[in-house]
């Protein structure tokens, strides 16, 4: 039973926190010969598998490094244009690592954002006065909990969907946000939180939520 | 299972004169920086406001109380939830105005002036205007606009100290969702 990530938005919808717990743990990397029986092409600043399957690789995977070097976007690590890279057979045998692409941070940004409009079109589409946001997102992946304080600031917890007890550990970040990050006199509110000791502690409730499975008892 | 964190739901045990000589010095440096009252009242109304603003955040994860329905609802969670966790008194409260959007919290203990006494030279200082700040700060957080300020001050030669809470209007921009 795994917590996956942990978002932190503030009042205007900006993330001022993120952290990923897991390893994708769907990753492959193996070495090809020319040509190569796998069809890339450009998707998002990415080059992803558009079709062929073997060995792992799967279809919407990323080309996530070549020879060990990870890319950069479309391009290898020098400069060159990955496509291209590998439509030349004198580059080959070649060594390439596929996997699902991880979000960068300003797709994370944008997603949060999103996720803080729709919060509140949950509160309006209600039929009766008084709703409260958006509080559990299901997928049969994961389930997304979100706790927001009366000031504002919204705290999500994306987790396996057996987990229980996200409840109790949404209001001990809570805590653990008003102690380290706030009572942190160089903090500045809605800003960014690079505060060390807040994601030590985090971690550390992250850790004893997935071992107790139901955390709050008998804390 | 050891944890990382001190568990500091249960209030660590801190000497209180440690406290009130603190608070006493800053509000002598503070004197001494700016040599006029009004503006060291001002210093520490806005001082007391940037903890306000965070300490809202503290107490609401600490007591899980909800949002409160109406006013006197919030003056009974200041006076017996608020000032009894952090300073460890409970004001009463009283005065109403007809409106309901007035109220005094009396306070017999005032922890911050404990062995305090103000000199004939700062006569208009109000001492423990910090507090006024707080309330502001924090009630502006949970979109409340009040005004704090004192009425009464033992230091001034008074019975009580009466603090005076006036509700101004509910904050609209930016409320959270699904608090309309």
């Not at chain 1, 897991?22 to 193996?30: G, L, T």
Request: net charge negative; with cysteine; proline share 3%.
């Amino acid at each position: 039973m795994v917590i996956y990530s942990v978002y932190v938005v503030n009042k205007a919808g900006g993330l001022i926190y993120q952290y990923d717990n897991y390893v994708p743990r769907a990753e492959a990397e193996k070495t090809f010969s020319y040509p190569l029986d796998l069809v890339l092409k450009h998707h998002d600043e990415k080059v992803v598998v558009s079709f062929g399957q073997r060995d792992g690789i799967r279809v919407g995977h990323a080309v996530l490094s070549i020879n060990g070097v990870d890319v950069v976007g479309k391009n290898t690590a020098e400069g060159k244009d990955t496509l291209e890279y590998l439509n030349d057979p004198a580059n080959y045998p070649v060594s390439i690592r596929f996997g699902r692409a991880r979000l960068s941070s300003n797709e994370k940004l944008m997603l949060a954002s999103m996720f803080h409009s729709l919060f509140a079109i949950g509160s309006q589409l209600s039929p009766d006065v008084g709703s409260s946001g958006i509080e559990m997102l299901e997928t049969d992946v994961f389930k997304l909990h979100c706790f927001q304080t009366l000031t504002g600031i919204k705290f999500i917890v994306l987790a396996d969907p057996r987990q229980s007890g996200i409840d109790a550990l949404l209001r001990k970040i809570y805590e653990i946000y008003s102690d380290f990050a706030l009572k942190n006199p160089f903090y500045s509110l809605e800003m960014p939180i690079r505060c060390e000791l807040f994601d030590q502690n985090l971690k550390g409730s992250l850790e004893i939520a997935e071992k107790a499975g139901n955390f709050g008892a008998g804390s | 299972m050891s944890r990382q964190s001190n568990r500091t739901t249960d209030s660590k045990k801190m000497n209180s004169e440690l406290f009130t000589l603190t608070y006493g010095a800053l509000v002598t440096q503070l004197c001494k920086d700016y040599e006029n009252d009004e503006e060291v009242n001002k210093q520490l109304d806005k001082m007391g406001y940037n903890i306000g603003v965070r300490l809202i955040e503290d107490f609401l994860a600490r007591s899980s109380i909800g949002r409160c329905q109406d006013f006197r609802e919030t003056a009974d969670v200041i006076a017996k939830v608020a000032f009894k966790m952090y300073l460890g008194c409970t004001p009463s409260v009283t005065n109403w105005s007809p409106a309901g959007d007035e109220f005094s919290l009396i306070l017999e203990n005032n922890p911050l002036v404990d062995f305090v006494e103000l000199p004939d030279n700062h006569s208009t200082l109000v001492y423990s205007n910090l507090l006024c700040g707080v309330l502001r700060g924090a009630l502006e957080m949970v979109q409340m606009a009040v005004d704090v300020r004192f009425a009464q001050d033992t230091l001034r030669g008074d019975n009580v100290t009466e603090i005076r809470m006036k509700f101004i209007k509910r904050i609209e921009e930016n409320l959270p969702a699904g608090d309309e």
